[in-house]
């Protein structure tokens, strides 16, 4: 396979910068480099699938240009068929997955191609690729017209690659922000000082839901993402879906998991990176931050990606509660939900480790005037409203 490496910026005739929403972008690779990369990847796939009628599966809406021009230029006989993926929240045991929508076709027994516009972290492609495996097609491959292979977090391998870029935002030929600028002909790249000090959306909101396990974070959560509309991020629910999908990144997080431990900062931090920037839409009102963070230095590590974002942890709302209530809570959710941590002896050991490692970042947050503190005990609701008197007064 001939994957080209792109590192530079080629000089094109266009103007040498574009601005969408503040951030200004220059010149990454030019609609010449793309149709000719189309025409490469487009004839080995007739070459592999002659006389088969492959299904193209265009993953929309970022990849229809790519599918487009790769569909045009196939000289064998195929079909087209195009698919959504919307997140929506599984039980909080399973946290969130993307579901298929728009697949009629029966794929058992096709050749089946997945037509992507950009792997970052994989972990997308991962529960597509688990999906599609599910209903059987003969082959199943992936081409993708841009590739991230430093921000890879899974084992997906993609057949046909349009480009291996570094890991920075881009836009362009089906590539959006906030919508826009899908229809430029070239791709472009982020401004490497744009990059730094500008961010979409300077006024969303940073929520930090501090507790010990069972303090009610989830619960509470669900209250404030129907109050305010935030966009919620559960670390704890982020690597069950890892675990329940099989990933690399599942096995290793299960290891911890099971024995009531925490991952380890570097790689916890590498995954809430990755979440800012996959999963929160720019213009998302506020996040709510939940299981994260657990440590001081994932603290230290938030503030600065926070900051590098342009925006803060605005406020750091604290459910106390005595160990006695919070283990026969875990018991009880134990027995209706079945998560395989809520047994006796990994409970003791969860609390064992609030109580070392994640309870000093009360003080820290004291320290830096967030931190409120919420009684844990009582109705849902009247703890609901004690928390929504602290957000209220941040927005
Ligand atoms: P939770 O659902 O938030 O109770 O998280 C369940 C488990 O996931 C924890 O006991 C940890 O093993 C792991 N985990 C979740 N969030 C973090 C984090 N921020 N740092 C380290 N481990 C985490």
Not at 370 to 387: A, L, N, Q, T, V
Request: charged letters at 25%.
């Amino acid at each position: 396979m001939n994957q080209d490496e792109v590192t530079g910026c080629p000089t094109t005739a266009a103007a040498p910068t574009v601005t969408y929403n503040g951030l200004t972008f220059v010149p990454f690779i030019s609609r010449k480099e793309i149709n000719a990369r189309v025409k490469e990847i487009a004839a080995e796939i007739s070459g592999r699938f002659e006389g088969r009628c492959p299904l193209l599966v265009c993953v929309l809406n970022g990849a229809f240009l790519f599918a487009a021009d790769i569909f045009r230029e196939l000289t064998i006989d195929a079909e087209i068929t195009f698919i959504r993926l919307k997140s929506y929240d599984g039980m909080s045991s399973t946290g969130k997955v993307k579901q298929i929508h728009g697949l009629s076709e029966d794929i058992a027994g096709r050749d089946v191609i997945i037509v992507e516009d950009i792997i970052d972290t994989g972990h997308t492609m991962a529960g597509l690729l688990d999906d599609l495996r599910a209903r059987h097609p003969h082959t199943l491959s992936i081409a993708t017209l841009l590739f991230k292979p430093d921000s890879l977090q899974t084992q997906i391998s993609p057949d046909y690659v349009g480009f291996n870029i570094p890991t920075k935002f881009i836009i362009g030929y089906g590539l959006d922000l906030d919508g826009l600028a899908r229809n430029l002909p070239d791709i472009w790249v982020i401004g490497e000082q744009a990059e730094q000090s500008t961010t979409p959306n300077k006024t969303m909101r940073n929520v930090v839901i501090f507790g010990a396990p069972g303090s009610g974070k989830g619960t509470q959560s669900e209250r404030i993402i129907n109050r305010y509309g935030f966009h919620h991020i559960s670390t704890g629910d982020v690597l069950r879906s890892h675990i329940k999908r099989g990933t690399e990144l599942g096995a290793i997080a299960d290891g911890y998991i099971s024995k009531g431990q925490l991952i380890p900062d570097e790689l916890m931090v590498k995954i809430l990176a990755d979440v800012l920037d996959n999963e929160v839409a720019p213009e998302a009102a506020g996040v709510i931050f939940d299981g994260f963070p657990r440590t001081v230095p994932q603290a230290e590590a938030l503030e600065r990606m926070l900051s590098e974002r342009g925006r803060k942890v605005d406020v750091v709302v604290g459910l106390e509660t005595d160990d006695d209530e919070l283990t026969q809570r875990l018991l009880k959710r134990g027995q209706e939900s079945g998560r395989s941590d809520d047994n006796i002896e990994t409970i003791r050991k969860r609390l064992d480790v609030y109580h070392n490692q994640t309870s000093p970042l009360r003080d820290y947050y004291d320290a830096r005037g967030s931190y409120r503190r919420i009684e844990g005990k009582g109705h849902p609701d009247s703890i609901f409203e004690d928390i929504a008197k602290h957000i209220d007064a941040i927005l």
